[in-house]
Every structure is written in C-alpha cells, then in structure tokens.
C-alpha cells in the first residue's frame, strides 16, 4: 500500500482533486507506515498544495488585468450606413418555441398529474434539450426535474453546474459522469448506486483507473 501512495503523488499529481489529497493524508495519519515514509509523502502532498494555490492565485491576477482591458466592441463599419440591411445569414431560435413547450409542460400539470404525461411530452418533444432545462430550470419542478434526469443525456458542465438543484439518486442511476466527477461527489452519490445500477463502464472493476481503484478502497468500497 505504501508503495502506492507514493506512485500516486509522484505519477497521478495533475489528476488528484483536493478530497484524493485529504484521503491520502488521512491513510498515512492511520496506517502502518514508516515515520520518514509517511513525512517524505506528507511534504509532497504541501508541496502539491503550495504549487496549485500560486497557480490560483497567478490566474486570478491575469483574468483582473484582462477585465481591466476590455476593449470597447468591434462594430462593422457598413452597420453604421443608413443603407445597410440586417444580415441575410443571421439566424436567432424560433419565436415563441420555449413558450410553447412550457404551455404544454403546464397543461401536463393541469392535467391528472401524472408523471406518465410528462415523460410522454418529454420523449415526443425533441426541442426540449438540455439548452431548454438550462433556461427554464427555475420554472421547472423538482419531480419534473428528477423525470429529466432519468430520461436525458446531460453534459457533465450540466450536472456540475446544477449539482445541488438535480436528483442525485437520478444522477447515480441512469447518466454517465467520469471517474473525477464521481470522486468530487462521492459524498452525495450512493456508490452501491453508481457501481452495481449506474450506466458508467468503469462501474466494473475490470475498466476502472488505478486511481479510482486506489481511493474506493481508502472509503472501504470492496465492489
């Protein structure tokens, strides 16, 4: 085990997330290792720390400068002529699509309420995409919520974004996340879920990453 805690930080450093840092920490403070072992691991993992804190804090001062350089929007001289036309190529979505789909998703609603209904309009409508959820996501009730989790394919931007507001049941069972992602929220997903129901290949032990592998056995997860 040893030996694999220092292949980790030595051969895994740009993939490990603050919570993999705060596992390995914890495994050397209770585990049976060496003293000058677990101190040589413990200054590399600092050491780590130190490096992504400059890093973040490089990044912050170079996107302050950027915004204090904005440059004034660039705009077409021919636009500037009482002669000109709107472009022939723009394109802008069909008016009223949304209010439409929102109309039918209110009369889902009026309805007998059942969830049937709702995941029929969902399953025929095809405009009703991730875009559309993102928009309208406030207007949009937990239980129809949980129904779009289970029955679309969502981004990973999409489930990271609105993490706190979706279903993590849904989530677990019926999308697929990668290995980072379900580290991140390992707390908030149920891995008897993810790894023994879910959709992700890596649920079998064959596909999963060393990495993975390594910080399911620091939780005690033996599947």
């Known amino acids: ?75 077409p001289l021919e636009s500037l002529s009482p002669y000109s036309t709107p472009s022939q190529g723009s394109s802008s979505p069909a008016p009223n699509q949304d209010q439409r789909i929102m109309s039918a998703i209110e009369a889902t609603r009026l309805g007998d309420g059942s969830p049937n209904a709702f995941k029929q309009l969902v399953g025929s409508t095809p405009e009703l995409n991730e875009q559309f959820v993102k928009t309208h996501i406030n207007e949009l009730s937990s239980n129809e919520l949980s129904s779009l989790v289970e029955l679309m394919s969502f981004s990973e931007e999409f489930l990271e974004q609105y993490f706190p507001t979706l279903d993590h049941g849904a989530i677990a069972r019926c999308q697929t ?31 999963r990453s060393n990495k993975l592998d390594v910080f399911l056995r620091l939780k005690g997860v033996r599947y």
């Not at 030595?10 to 840092?21: M, W």
């Not at 929220?185 to 149920?190: C, G, K, M, V």
């Open 1 to 75: 085990m040893s030996a694999n805690i220092r292949e980790i930080l030595l051969t895994q450093e740009a993939e490990l997330l603050e919570i993999d840092l705060d596992c390995l920490e914890e495994q050397l403070e209770t585990g049976d290792y060496d003293y000058q072992y677990a101190k040589s691991c413990k200054e590399t993992i600092a050491a780590i720390r130190h490096k992504r804190q400059q890093a973040a804090a490089k990044q912050h001062q170079n996107k302050k400068e950027t915004s204090e350089k904005s440059e004034l929007p660039q705009i």
């Open 177 to 207: 996340f990668s290995e980072e992602f379900f580290i991140k929220h390992f707390s908030d997903l149920n891995a008897t879920i993810v790894l023994k129901q879910g959709k992700n290949s890596w649920r079998k032990k064959e596909n």
